[in-house]
C-alpha cells in the first residue's frame, strides 16, 4: 500500500495549496485551544472547515482534525463540541490526545475514525494497543523518540497503522511529556495548545545582539549574521558548567527524504508533514517535494535517491536552515 | 519550485534619496491599500487587536519607515511620538515574495532576512491574517489594488 | 494528609542509594516510590535491588510502590516494564499508557504523573481499569484538580507534587552526555556526577532549568509548604517530596510537623529555604507560570 502524505494547513488557502499539491490527507485545527496550534490568527472557523472539506473531497483528498490537547473538567464541553463538529463536518478522521475524549468520540460517533495524536506520548506497542483495544484507534502518530529500528518493531506488533513525522519542526521532547512552556509561561502544549506562545515572545534589537525573551527569559542572542529559529524554550543557547551552547536542541528541522524507502519497506502507512504554523507558500513547497519524492519510491524502492533540487527546496524552509534525522538516526541521541 | 522572484536589492543612491523624501505619500498610499481590503478582504473584527497600536513597516532597502494604526476609520498614518507596538522590517523584494505568496515569512526569518521586534503577538496576527486571505475565491469581487496575489 | 517521597530522580551510587533508604526509612514519611523513572540504561540497582530496598522499607512501615519508566523506548524496557507489572509484592505506579495496559484489572495501581489526567472523564476511565490512586500533572493548577475531584465523585486517593525540582520533560536524547560531548549509547553514566542534576542557566546568568540525562527539570525547586491550607481544601490526600541531594529528612521533617499542625506552614516554608539547593516555586498549584514563587 502506498505511503500516504498527510500535510498541514493553518488556513483554507494553505489546505487548498496542499490538496492542489498533491496531499492525500490534510490535517486542520480549530480556532481555540482544542488543538496543539493554537497560534492567534490561525486556524479554521466553521466556515473555513466546511469550505475546506468540501475542496478536499472533491479532488480525492482526506481533512483530519486536530483535537490533539487535553480538556480539563471546566471546558470538557468544548472539546467534545469539537468532536461533534467533525462529525457533522464530515471529517476523515479525528487525531486525538486525551483518553477521556477518546472515549466520547467512540461512544458517541462510532463511525468517525479515530487516530491517536503525536501528544499521546504512545511510544511503544503496549501503549499504541491500549488505545486500540479501548478506543478503536485506528492508527498512531509517533513521538519523534524512536529509531527506525524501533519503529520496526512497533509496526511488526501492532494491528494500528503508524504515521511518522517525515519533515519539518522538531519536538526534541516527548510530544505531551514537555511542560516547559508550562514552567516559563503558564501555557502549555498540553493545555493551552501553545508552546512559547506569542503574548510572551520578545525580539529585541540590543547591543549585545539580537535578544530572544519568553516571559523575560533570555532564551538566545543572535549576532547579525546568524540564523535563528523558533524562539521555542528548548532550541535556545544557555550556559551549563563554564559552555555556552545549544544545550538541549539547535534550531533544525527534521528531514528524512533520505530514509523514505527504508520507512517504506517497514509499512508505515503514513508521513506527516509539520507546519500549521506555517504560510500557503511553505504547504505548496514542501508537499510537491514529498509528493514527487513518495511517488518515486514507490516505483524505485531502495534505488531510490532523493533530488539535489528537493534538498535544496526543503533545506531553504527549514527552521535555523539546517536539518537532521533526528532520533530516527541512532547517533543524534 | 525556487520563488520566482528573482533576487534583488534598492540600489544604495536611490534608498538615500527615498529616505530623504518625506513618508507621508508612501504611508498614504499603504494605508489606502489596506482600507480598501479591511472589511472586504481583511476580517476586520480578527484585527481588532491591532486598534490603536503603532505599526512600523521598513523597506530596509528602499529607505521607508512607513508607521500607522488601525483606528475606527481604518488604517492612517500616523507621526507621532509614541513607541512603535511592532516594527516589521525587510527589503522591497522579500515583501513583494510575502505579498505574492512564494515565500513563507517564517523562511525569510530563519534566514535574518524578515526582522520582527517588539509585540510577536501582533506579528502572528497580521501574517497569520494575511495568510487566511482566499484571494482565488475573491478574485472576481476584488477591486483593482496595486498588489494582487496570484 | 500522608507523605509521600517520590522515586528517585537522579542517578548516585549504589552505596549512596542505600544509605539514602536507611535514612528514609526512619524518616517521617508514610509512602515511599522505588525505582528507575528516567534512564534504562543506569544500572547501579536492577530491579531486584529496589524490590530488597522496598522489603526493608516495608519492614519499617511504610507503604511501598514501584515506579515505571516513564519513557519507554526498546524491547528491553518493555521487558523490565513487564517484569514490574507481574511482580505482586508491591504496587505499581503507572508512567505511561503502557504500562496502563499492562496494569488494567489488576486492582490497586497507581495512575503516575506523566499520565497527562487533566479530566475526570480519563480518570474515570483510569479508575475503572483498577486505578485506585492518582498523581496529578505537576502543571495541573489547584483549582483545576479540585474540579477534577469534584467531577469524579467516588473517594480517591489524590497525591500532589508538593516538594522538588520539577520533572517538565523526557526525550530521546541525553543532555548531560551531549554537554561532555558524547553519545547516548557510549554516554560514560556522567550524569552520577550529577547529585541534584546539572545547572542550565540563561545568558544573562538566571538559573533556569536543570538537567538530569534525558529529563529536563526546573532549576527552582518547587514548594507547596506554604500552600498547605489550600492543599488541604482541594482534598489531596498525599504529598509528593521528590529526592534531593541533602537535607531530605529535615525536609520530610517540616512536611510532617506543618501536617500535623504542629509548626505554622508559612513558617514551615520559611525554614526549608535554606534546605533547598535553589529558589523555591510555586506557580503551577496557582495557575500561573511555574517558574513564580506566588504568595496569595
Redesign the interface.
Known sequence: MAIELVCPA?????L?TAVDAGADCVYVGLRDATNARN????NFDDR?LADGVAYAHARGAKVLLALNT?????N?ARWTAAVDTAAERGIDAVIL?????M??ALRTHPSLRRHLSVQ????????I???H??FGIQRAVLP???SLA?VE?VIAHTPVEIELFGFGGLC???E?????S?????E?P??NGACS???Y?????TAAG?EARV?G??????A????????TL?K??????S??YY???E?TSLNTLELLPEIARMGVAAIKIEGR??????V??VT?VWRQAIDRVAHEGDRFRPDAAWLR?LA??????SQTLG?YH???? | MEPKLPAFIVPGRVAALVGRLPQLPPALALAGALNLALGRVLPREQLEPLAGKRLLVRVTDAGLALRFALGANGFRPVFDRQPDDLRISATLRDFLALALREEDADTLFFGRRLLMEGDTELGLLVKNTLDAVDWAALRPALPRVGLRPG | MKLALGPLLYYWTRKRVLDFYDEVAAAPLDIVYLGETVCSRRHELRLPDWLDIGERLAAAGKEVVISSQTLIESESDLKTLRRIAEQARFRVEANDMGAVRLLAGSDGWVAGPSLNVFNDHTLGMLVELGARRFVAPPEMAGEALARVRAAHGQPLETEVFAFGRLPLAYSARCFTARHFNLQKDNCGFRCIEFDDGLALDTRDGRPFLTINGIQTQSARVHNLLGDLPALADAAVDILRISPQAHHMAAIATLFADAVGGRRAPREAFDASRALMPAEACNGFWHGRAGIDEYVA
Open positions: 493553518g488556513s483554507l488557502p494553505a487548498k497560534f492567534t490568527g490561525l473555513a487535553y480538556p480539563r473538567s471546566d470538557w490526545a486525551d483518553p477521556g475524549l472515549r466520547y499521546g506520548s504512545a511510544t511503544s506497542y503496549e501503549a494497543n491500549f488505545y483495544e479501548q519523534r523518540v524512536l524501533q518493531q526534541v521532547m516527548v505531551g511529556r514537555c511542560a516547559l508550562a514552567y516559563a509561561t503558564g502549555s498540553n493545555c506562545p506569542g503574548k515572545v520578545r525580539w529585541e534589537q539580537m516571559n527569559i533570555l532564551i538566545d542572542r543572535f547579525a549574521d546568524e540564523r535563528a529559529g523558533y524562539p528548548c535556545g543557547r544557555f550556559a551549563v558548567g559552555e555556552t544545550a538541549i536542541e534550531p504554523q506555517r504560510s500557503p507558500a511553505y505548496g513547497q510537491r527546496e531553504r524552509v527549514s527552521e535555523g536552515q532520533a541512532r547517533p543524534w541521541k
